[in-house]
């Protein structure tokens, strides 16, 4: 807490706001925000306080005192604990104007505006997605664990956190993991996959799980990726070099043996990975089947392996796209698309433009980009750079050219922002993960005359508090 800081005592407070993360927003008895999670807004929750950042109070919560008006059961049996689906207490239209309102704060503060500015300046659309709000994700992570997180009714009962267990990382935990059974937000074949992982691994074989607090063992991480429009799924099985190949072996086996419906299961990757990162990264020691999936994205087919970065939601990028493409307003010519990833917005983009090109800096990525290209029979060029690098040889496409930008969350490279400023390209449009840095850079191009005419939401995260947004810019 710091010296010379007092505690505040335990209470309840009203959520009147989504904050950071998919957080509730409330104010406490001392007049200060309390920032807690799970707390839907609209809802009155009773918290235990337990630090201060600023000038807002962090808090635990303790329990539901009312639910919010629009309240929705949720699914998870670990919610609360899993930190991931935060909003699942809210119906799905709730959770969109909750989320939304939170967008359009970054943006203003970002601006330096007043929501009530933006609202006047910028043409704001209603938030879009799909009608999908469990089983949406294409692609989960997990982590093995020799050490779980546990609810305090858990605690009380007795329960042992020590054991073998297999799920989400705990918020704010490196070394425990919540137990997951099952996910809510992944489709059945591939909870299937999950439960052949859970027998295979935590109850049949005695190979060491990874202790990040030791930094050894062997079993660190499972990916589960699915094709949402082909039904293929793949799974990626992490270890270090201590694994035994046999081991992996029958845990592949048992997988490429497990009943998936409808679904397809086109392979196994062993990757082996000895850093010290928590990361489901490495080199690929052995595949069974197949190395890569198909999905597809607006008709446009894409070769994804375990390590391809694609959309999470497949359903809701078909919407993305959608929004960008009325961002563009019948756009031609060619298209440069900044932070390309595999060019799947370039690519789903490309029936209305001549030319695409598109610069990634991940090597990987643009490699995918190039056989995805050639699969769809695109014209274009790919190039593997930071697109600060490279930003100042496109100089000559900034003017006659549509520009669609999708940065990281940090937003552009200030290099990058202050180029495309003093740009006369015919149409600007920019994809934004993180709300604040599209209102940090719509300043930046302001200087150089670009104006922020319209935002268009799209939920691609259901229950999280993440929401995309498409500006579109002209020239003032």
């Not at 993360?21 to 839907?40: C, E, I, N, T």
């Not at 505006?113 to 043409?123: F, H, M, N, P, S």
């Not at 709000?133 to 982590?143: I, Q, T």
């Not at 990634?360 to 690098?389: C, L, S």
Request: charged share 25%.
């Amino acid at each position: 807490m710091g010296r010379g800081r007092r505690r505040l005592a335990p209470q309840e407070i009203e959520i009147e706001e989504l904050g950071k993360g998919g957080s509730g927003l409330g104010r406490a008895s001392d007049g200060r925000w309390v920032q807690v999670k799970p707390a839907p807004p609209g809802a009155r929750v009773a918290v235990i306080p337990h630090g201060r950042k600023r000038d807002v109070w962090l808090a635990r919560r303790a329990h539901l005192v009312r639910p919010a008006p629009e309240h929705a059961a949720p699914r998870c049996a670990v919610f609360g604990l899993c930190g991931g689906c935060a909003l699942q207490e809210l119906t799905l239209s709730a959770q969109r104007r909750a989320r939304q309102a939170a967008a359009l704060r970054d943006v203003a503060q970002g601006l330096g505006w007043t929501v009530a500015r933006l609202r006047e300046q910028v043409v704001i659309h209603p938030v879009e997605g799909t009608d999908q709000a469990y089983g949406y994700r294409n692609k989960v992570e997990l982590s093995f664990a020799p050490r779980r997180f546990l609810s305090e009714a858990d605690h009380q009962r007795g329960l042992p956190i020590g054991g073998r267990f297999l799920g989400f990382h705990a918020p704010g935990r490196f070394d425990r993991v919540v137990d997951a059974q099952r996910c809510e937000l992944i489709d059945e074949a591939a909870n299937a996959l999950l439960g052949t992982l859970r027998r295979a691994i935590l109850h049949h074989d005695d190979q060491p799980l990874w202790d990040a607090r030791a930094q050894r063992g062997v079993w660190r991480h499972a990916l589960l990726r699915r094709g949402e429009a082909t039904g293929e799924h793949l799974v990626g099985l992490y270890t270090t070099s201590d694994a035994s190949a046999e081991a992996v072996e029958r845990v592949a086996q048992q997988l490429l043996g497990t009943p998936l419906g409808e679904a397809t299961l086109r392979g196994v990757v062993w990757i082996l990975n000895d850093g010290v990162a928590d990361v489901a990264r490495g080199e690929i020691a052995r595949v069974w089947g197949e190395a890569t999936l198909t999905e597809r994205l607006r008709g446009v087919s894409f070769q994804l392996s375990v390590h391809s970065f694609f959309q999470t939601n497949t359903a809701g990028a078909e919407v993305l796209v959608s929004a960008v493409e009325r961002a563009l307003q019948g756009a031609g010519g060619t298209l440069l698309d900044l932070y390309c990833g595999i060019g799947s917005l370039g690519l789903a983009l490309a029936p209305g433009f001549e030319r695409v090109i598109g610069v990634e800096e991940i090597e990987a990525a643009v490699a995918d980009a190039r056989v995805n290209a050639a699969r769809a029979g695109v014209e274009g060029e790919w190039r593997a750079a930071r697109v600060e690098h490279v930003i100042g040889e496109l100089a000559p496409l900034l003017s006659g050219t549509s520009i669609v930008v999708d940065p990281p969350r940090v937003g552009l490279h200030p290099k990058v922002a202050r180029a495309i400023a003093q740009a006369t390209a015919p149409r600007l449009v920019y994809v934004a993960c993180k709300p604040g840095s599209l209102g940090r850079d719509a300043a930046i191009l302001a200087e150089g005359g670009w104006r922020l005419e319209e935002l268009y939401p799209v939920d691609l995260f259901p229950h999280t508090g993440h929401i995309e947004l498409v500006g579109r810019f002209s020239r003032a």
